[in-house]
């Protein structure tokens, strides 16, 4: 699924109704009514109150329709209008209107604080007083009714998005923004959804479709790409009847140091769990009997030093790398990955101290082989392509870097990031208990499995991303967040494998049946 920018969707909405033959209106119309269906088909004439809080936008044009249609099917409705200005919009004049031809319980006009009415916690509250025509932050009253708002402890449903909030920049007033219990995103979510600092006002949306240009939605390059199921399904290379061993490559996994020996034990069982056939781990001396006895089915190969990483020899030409987790930032260590990036040509990928070797010896970054893939944290982000304002802007750096130095940029975090050139993937799988010691190193294991088996450096980064988020969800179920280990993530690889066309099998003894 595409992420579109709030212009990009103003375009759409303008595209539709001269391609479609349908007004703005109708399209207005078609918005409230996927809305009041979601609410009716949960509220089932239920006669909970419903207050719902107007702009003088589309928005609020789109509430008054979901308040005309409430009060047709018999809710206990009241309608608010907040009418900071004069310079209403057609389409709410219009609905406006509309909403006087089937009730005398008008809309109420609310130019002060004064105004503001009382509200029962088991009270509904509908939002649509801004949506992605927000352009500045809201203030005064209008500031002091979303705290009002947000005061109470009634259930918040925000039309679109919830007021306050852009679509697509960061926000100016975190004091000036609904907290939606829920939020109805139209036709698509918006990337505000997904990053860290305005996320959090976003804990559950939906998207409903209204039935915008298709044409304009394929062709448009979006703002992001969502990694759903539908997608990840998508990705998965079927493995061949006649395949043996080597059809699924060789990866090898450059990992560890005195004491971060787990590093590469987690590393290489992820690769093996996600489908390489081969995995060698090189560690220093001292990992070859935790190796040996931890992952009997990886292969060994130490380096001449027993607690560092000196000199990567290998006997083999490895199919993918992993490289980096837990092995520290000595001048050993630094000299080593240099002779690595520039005499391997298998597909990489960069992780944890590697890239801080890199952050520290820029020079380093001239070396990479082509698409190879750095996934670092936010803190290891920050040392490679400098310090951000916010949210947006860090992506934007992301952007830049990946295209200056060619390379794919996994950033980690709750909704996990794949930059390349000017794109971006955002991962939907994974949940807080992943927060966890070693998960990266399972990330990069998994990454590496998959370009083993022939999978590009793009699909492999999105589709690892995605494998690892929903085994990470598929361990919750008997293990809560709290609980939940690297170990568990790498345990659970299968089921997320499984998880990926449990429903599709469904679906397919529905259609046979
Ligand atoms: N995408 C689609 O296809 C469809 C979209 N639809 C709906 O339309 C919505 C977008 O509607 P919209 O463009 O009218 O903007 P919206 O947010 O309602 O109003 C903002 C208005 O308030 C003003 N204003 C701005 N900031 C302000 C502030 N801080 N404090 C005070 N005033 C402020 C600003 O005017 P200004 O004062 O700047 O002249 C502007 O006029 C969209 O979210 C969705 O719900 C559906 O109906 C159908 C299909
Ligand atoms: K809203």
């Not at 269906?37 to 509430?63: E, K, S, T, Y």
């Not at 820029?362 to 490679?384: A, C, D, F, M």
Request: glycine share 8%; aromatic share 8%.
């Amino acid at each position: 699924m595409k992420i579109f920018s709030a212009a990009q969707l103003h375009e759409a909405d303008k595209i539709t109704t001269q391609k479609h033959n349908i007004t703005q209106l109708d399209l207005m119309e078609r918005a409230g009514t996927q809305i009041f269906n979601w609410l009716h088909g949960r509220m089932q004439g239920a006669q909970v109150p419903v207050h719902i809080f107007c702009g003088i936008g589309n928005n609020g044009g789109d509430g008054l329709v979901v308040g005309r249609m409430l009060h047709e099917h018999g809710y206990n409705v009241k309608i608010y209008i907040a009418n900071f200005t004069d310079k209403r919009s057609k389409c709410f004049l219009v609905n406006y209107d509309r909403v006087k031809d089937v009730t005398k319980n008008w809309p109420t006009l609310m130019t002060s604080e004064e105004d503001f009415p009382e509200i029962s916690p088991e009270d509904i509250i509908i939002d649509a007083l801004f949506g992605i025509g927000l352009n500045r932050p809201p203030e005064g009253w209008v500031k002091k009714l979303i705290q009002y708002i947000n005061s109470t402890k009634s259930f918040k449903l925000s039309i679109d998005i919830p007021s306050g909030m852009y679509a697509d920049k960061a926000l100016d007033d975190p004091e000036a923004v609904v907290r939606a219990n829920h939020t109805l995103a139209f036709q698509a979510p918006k990337l505000s959804f997904f990053l860290p600092e305005t996320g959090k006002f976003v804990p559950y949306f939906e998207v409903l479709e209204i039935g915008l240009d298709p044409e304009y939605l394929h062709t448009t390059e979006p703002l992001a790409q969502i990694i759903a199921k539908p997608e990840a399904q998508q990705f998965y290379k079927q493995r061949e009847k006649y395949a043996h061993k080597g059809t699924y490559g060789h990866t090898l996994v450059i990992a560890g140091s005195y004491g971060k020996i787990g590093a590469a034990v987690l590393s290489a069982k992820a690769s093996y769990k996600t489908g390489s056939g081969l995995v060698t781990a090189f560690v220093p001396e001292c990992g070859y009997t935790v190796l040996q006895t931890a992952v009997p089915e990886a292969m060994t190969l130490t380096d001449k030093e027993d607690d560092l990483i000196t000199e990567i020899k290998l006997d083999f030409e490895p199919s993918a790398i992993a490289v980096g987790m837990g092995i520290g930032t000595k001048a050993e260590t630094v000299r080593a990955l240099e002779k690595l990036f520039t005499t391997t040509k298998s597909p990489m990928v960069i992780d944890a101290d590697a890239l801080n070797c890199i952050s520290e010896n820029k020079s380093l970054l001239e070396k990479l082989p082509e698409l190879s893939i750095l996934t670092p944290h936010p803190g290891e982000l920050k040392r490679l392509v400098g310090d951000w304002k916010d949210d947006f802007e860090k992506l934007e750096k992301t952007k830049a870097f990946a295209k200056q130095h060619n390379v794919i940029i996994i950033v980690k975090g709750a909704n996990t990031i794949v930059a390349i050139e000017n794109r971006l993937y955002i991962n939907t799988t994974g949940n807080p208990g992943m927060a966890t010691g070693g998960s990266g190193d399972v990330l990069s294991g998994m990454i590496a499995g998959l370009l083993s088996q022939g999978y590009d450096p793009l699909i492999a980064s999105v589709f690892a991303a995605y494998l690892h988020g929903s085994a990470g969800n598929q361990a919750t179920h008997t293990l809560g967040f709290e609980a939940l280990t690297a170990s568990d993530i790498v345990e659970h690889i299968g089921a997320a494998f499984l998880e990926l066309f449990a429903m599709k099998q469904e679906e397919d003894k529905n259609k046979n049946a």
